[in-house]
């Protein structure tokens, strides 16, 4: 069955521009999770949604990060007033359950976001 | 303190070489734990799951050390296709929040 997928997946922008970037988890997958991944770094969690419950946003960098989703499907991640060290790849991962009790997690490709 | 610490490598090993990488969790809470494979320019995918009882794969075995604090992978028998970074993941008790490790470069050679 497809799997997550992100848009887009490259993205070059101007410092102090908005950007969204968008997750299309896997049908059915209750939880879904947004992480950032600099350069040669590990992955950074960054939000948590697990079907309607309120999300856990303690990942969040600053103010300029936010990110929604409607029920169990679609996500936007949205930074406001970018800045350079913004850039990094923004990674989402779907899961069937939380991943408290153990559920894998089944990530996109990522977009590889560039900030002038 | 980093909340989960791992060994960036890189390790080289030889093909047919034994390896284990360590990590290192604070948070005594922490209550599930996975190893993760990331190859270069590519996302991360689920490579084992770790309990306190050990887990075995294959040539893979994850441990779990809740006393220390520590998990480990052990790869037998390894291929060129092992080449990757390994990730080291924790989930702590009461939250949904993930904490990845920045990874183990481990290279294969032939």
């Known amino acids: 069955g497809a799997g997550v997928s992100q848009s887009p997946s490259n993205k070059v922008t101007e410092k102090g521009k908005d950007v969204e970037l968008r997750c299309d988890p896997i049908?059915?997958?209750?939880?879904l999770y947004w992480y950032r991944q600099r350069l040669g770094q590990g992955l950074e969690f960054l939000i948590y949604?697990?079907?309607?419950?309120?999300?856990?946003k303690s990942g969040l960098p600053s103010d300029r990060f936010s990110a929604e989703r409607t029920g169990e499907s679609v996500s936007t991640l949205t930074i406001q007033r970018t800045q350079q060290e913004d850039s990094a790849v923004y990674l989402c991962?779907?899961?069937?359950?939380?991943?408290?009790?153990?559920?894998?997690?089944?990530f996109g490709p990522g977009t590889r976001l560039t900030v002038l | 303190r980093k909340e989960v610490e791992q060994d960036p490598g890189p390790f080289n090993v030889p093909e047919g070489a034994t390896v284990a990488f360590n990590c290192t969790y604070s948070?005594?809470?922490?209550?599930?734990f996975f190893w993760y494979r990331q190859d270069c320019r590519k996302e991360p995918k689920l490579l084992m799951s770790?309990?306190?009882s050990g887990n075995e794969d294959g040539r893979f075995t994850a441990q779990l050390n809740r006393a220390s604090q520590y998990i480990s992978l052990l790869i037998r028998d390894s291929k060129l296709s092992d080449s990757a970074t390994y990730l080291c993941?924790?989930?702590?008790?009461?939250?949904?929040?993930?904490?990845f490790g920045a990874g183990t470069r481990l290279f294969v050679k032939a």
């Open positions: 991962a779907s899961s069937p359950r939380s991943s408290a009790v153990g559920g894998e997690q089944f």
């Open positions: 049908s059915g997958h209750t939880a």
């Open positions: 949604f697990q079907g309607n419950s309120a999300p856990d």
């Open positions: 948070n005594s809470a922490s209550q599930s």
């Open positions: 770790v309990y306190s």
């Open positions: 993941v924790v989930i702590t008790t009461g939250g949904f929040k993930t904490i």
